[in-house]
């Protein structure tokens, strides 16, 4: 009986190590063709393109205003917390075209923009206003606005800078629990 089963288990492994070669050229001839692909990719002068890149091409500059900002960041120093700040930037158009701004975007919610809605002639001036409302802010503050228009690059940058001191401490509610 012992022989049956030593007989068996032998049998067995054979017939294992037996699949477990062929699998194993199997696996060795995927390999080796997988190789020979990535070798002729590298070899291959042919770029390929991912199927979500956008085409880019060079602006045509007639086509296109220009910023020309005397300042792109306004320091408002030192104010107290819930002072509200405006600041105009003003602009000048130095491009070829008409300047059109199509978006301007806050930072946070405590910073409103406006601007010139209409297309800004080259050579001509507009402005991009800027208010701040400090209301329960603290400390060093850096709000900014970010505007999109037919200039290269599309978006431009400008900043409010300063530090909000908060309310006086005993001007405040208690925050937690109060002992008597």
């Not at 602009?91 to 978006?103: D, H, Q």
């Amino acid at each position: 009986m012992k022989i049956n089963m030593l007989s068996a288990a032998a049998l067995s492994l054979c017939l294992a190590l037996g699949t477990a070669c062929s699998q194993k050229t199997d696996q060795d001839a995927k390999i080796k063709a997988l190789e020979e692909k990535i070798a002729a990719l590298e070899t291959s002068n042919t770029s390929v393109t991912p199927v979500n890149a956008q085409a880019s091409q060079v602006a045509d500059p007639s086509t296109l205003g220009q910023f020309q900002f005397p300042e792109m960041e306004y320091d408002f120093g030192n104010i107290n917390e819930g002072q509200i700040i405006e600041h105009e930037f003003s602009f000048t158009n130095t491009g070829e075209a008409p300047l059109v701004i199509s978006n301007i975007t806050a930072s946070c919610g405590c910073t409103t923009p406006d601007w010139t809605k209409t297309p800004i002639k080259p050579g001509e001036e507009g402005f991009v206003k800027v208010v701040f409302n400090s209301a329960s802010k603290k400390g060093a503050q850096a709000p900014t606005v970010s505007i999109q228009a037919n200039t290269n690059p599309t978006v431009t940058r400008l900043r409010m800078k300063g530090t909000v001191t908060p309310k006086i401490a005993g001007a405040a509610a208690p925050v937690g629990p109060v002992k008597k």
